[in-house]
């Protein structure tokens, strides 16, 4: 294997925590999110809401069945919501990810890299990685959230006002924290530019001219609606639209209204179970 393959194949490891499997820490998740815990849910919602004013959250032993080869399996298509793990996309979504840069280099796609949505920031960290790793001159790498979770349902979108998102703290990341990630990997530089707050309100008169990669990652309809009606028309012909929650009905409904109204017939290519893209054809 080259040195900058086995560079990112070991980054896309820490970044999934998949060296640490021994360790049970490892395995554990939000009870609330992931595991039936032994409390029952409503006792489980009065404690964390108490521990939460630490800045903790409860979480339940890892079960037998998650030891190592299963959630390892998990981990791979990106099931769980990791404790330590810097994203929790899956290994098959940051292969595609990996691929869909090296493949905007060696094509001389020209544009910025964005992920919508990162979380803990391991997506956008891997991005930045590979450019690092084939010595890429100039590319900026967006980091585009808001540092504070989801937004709640605003009333505009209908298929949005059942969502809970916004209430959980787990999905709430700050932005020193992303920062801190960077930094862990030796990758945070003037390349990395911060987009903070909701996509609606940065999106818009973000100084971003092309974008090579366009990596969406909201939940929502709002959120996903938001990001291709501002952004779509800076990716550059031959570039990516990576989708990472085309299972959430919300998103997928987004992405569908869109592709009808600009009448976009390039197929969507799977991923895995919930990541999706396509790459855009010249006008």
Known sequence: MEPAQLYLDLLKRCLLDLIHMDDPLAG????????????????????????????????????????????????EEGRDWPPRAHTMVGRKRLDHLQAAVETVL?????????????????????????????????????????????????????????????RIDFLAVSRIQVERNFQAYGLLDERVRFLEGWFEDTLPTAPI???AVLRLDGDLYRSTISVLETLYDRVSPGGFIIVDDFALPPCKAAITDFRAARSIATPIEAIDWSGVFWRKEAA
């Open 28 to 75: 554990m998740a939000p009870a609330d999110v992931v595991h039936r815990p032994p409390l029952g849910r409503a006792a489980l919602r009065l404690a964390n809401g108490a521990v939460r004013k630490l800045g903790l959250m409860l979480a339940a032993p890892p079960r037998a069945e998650h030891a190592n080869g299963e959630l390892q399996a998990l981990r």
């Open 106 to 166: 060696r094509e001389g796609v020209p544009g910025d890299l964005i992920e919508t949505g990162v979380w803990r920031g391991g997506s956008v960290i891997l991005m930045r990685g590979v450019l690092a790793a084939y010595g890429d001159p100039g590319r900026r790498v967006w980091v585009a959230d808001s540092f504070r979770g989801l937004p709640p349902p605003d009333g505009k979108w209908q298929i949005d006002a059942r969502s809970k998102l916004h």
């Open 209 to 211: 001219e092309q974008l």
